[in-house]
């Protein structure tokens, strides 16, 4: 998957239109009426750090059954954890927050689905229309299930059907009607260039570009690392001990690298910070590529993160009562809703 090239010299054609030589690189010295240059053409050290830096390209046309059978396993994984949420068979349902874990599963799905229209190798039969549309439901997607397992972790004591009417469905559309906003910028800036869904990074879309770097390390970054701050500074001052962390925020493990990664190519590309050579931006893309690889791989363990943490919190719910009992006492608890 990928194609690693090696860093590419200039080459003099005696045809100027095909010379890759700028003119630009040489001082002419006109006091002796001589043109001599700065340097001599014996030496083309210079030219190595003249020379374009390419990078490997983990996620060219190569990677194209890398997606598509990503996107598989993640809509047959979701279509499952679904399918068991809302069969009454399968008595999900007797978690209070499963329309939580509903939402997490179709946010899942939709990431799946439109893995395809933004895999190298469609080319010719990408339109930019589906390509910003891919991109809006990607991001959107996966910023709504970032805000999901914050508001779990910090409201999960809240979540039951009797506690506060009108919760979950008001946080079910202000989450979803959030994450689809922090979508847009991402949405505007992507187009087809030259074949391939991708970021266009020309001068008028720089503030989009930042603005989706910003919404990327805050959301995938440092929401969980607040969620931890204030968990310490509660637990430090002996209040409650929230927010709850469970397994669903492993979620975050395939998003914080992107996040970060993001981020600092922002920073590198604003001039805010200076790559140091050519193997700094290597490096860099490299890992851009790795990190985008492991947000892709999310839509295949988000849906078995899903069903482990419903296995242990209907477990510590209800250890040692049989199946119709916790029935029972989920109807008394509830007052005959499920």
């Known amino acids: 998957m990928g194609n690693c090239l090696k860093q590419v ?22 006091s002796n009426g001589e043109n001599t240059t700065y340097g001599h053409f014996e030496d083309y050290n210079w030219l190595d750090s003249a020379a374009p830096c390419h990078s490997c390209n983990l996620l060219d ?10 996107s598989v396993l993640g809509i047959l994984a979701s279509g499952a954890v679904l399918f068991g949420l809302l069969r009454p068979l399968f008595h999900w349902q007797l978690y209070p927050a499963w329309s939580f ?48 397992i914050g508001c779990h972790a910090c409201l999960r004591p809240k979540l039951g059907t009797g506690q506060i009417p009108g919760l979950t469905l008001g946080l079910i559309m202000g989450l979803w009607g959030v994450a689809a906003l922090l979508g847009l910028p991402v949405t505007l800036a992507s187009d087809i260039t030259p074949g391939f869904c991708t970021l266009s990074y020309s001068r008028g879309l720089g503030t989009l570009q930042s603005m989706h770097a910003v919404v990327c390390f805050a959301i995938f970054s440092l929401l969980p690392l607040g969620l931890l701050g204030a968990k310490g500074l ?15 925020w492993m979620w975050f493990i395939f998003w914080w690298p992107h996040g970060v990664v993001l981020g600092f190519d922002s920073l590198v590309r604003a001039k805010v910070l200076l790559l140091p050579n050519c193997l700094a931006q290597q490096i860099l ?49 509830t007052g005959g809703k499920i």
Request: charged share 10%.
């Open 101 to 148: 874990l509903a939402q997490m599963a179709v946010g899942t799905g939709l990431f799946s689905i439109v893995l395809p229209i933004l895999a190298p190798g469609l080319n010719s039969s990408q339109s930019t229309i589906l390509c910003r549309l891919g991109y809006w439901i990607w991001y959107s997607s996966a910023f709504a299930q970032a805000l999901l």
């Open 9 to 30: 010299k200039p080459s003099f054609s005696l045809n100027m239109n095909e010379s890759q030589l700028d003119l630009g690189d040489y001082s002419w010295n006109y």
């Open 285 to 333: 893309d490299l890992s851009l590529h790795l990190a985008e690889v492991l947000a892709i791989l999310h839509c295949v363990a988000a849906p078995l993160l899903l069903a482990l943490f419903f296995h242990q919190a209907t477990q510590s719910s209800f250890p040692s009562l049989p199946l119709s009992t916790r029935q029972s006492s989920h109807l008394d608890n």
């Open 61 to 70: 046309e190569s990677s194209f059954p890398f997606f598509i059978l990503s």
């Open 234 to 248: 509660r637990r430090a001052l002996g209040r409650s001990p929230g927010p709850w962390i469970d397994i669903l």
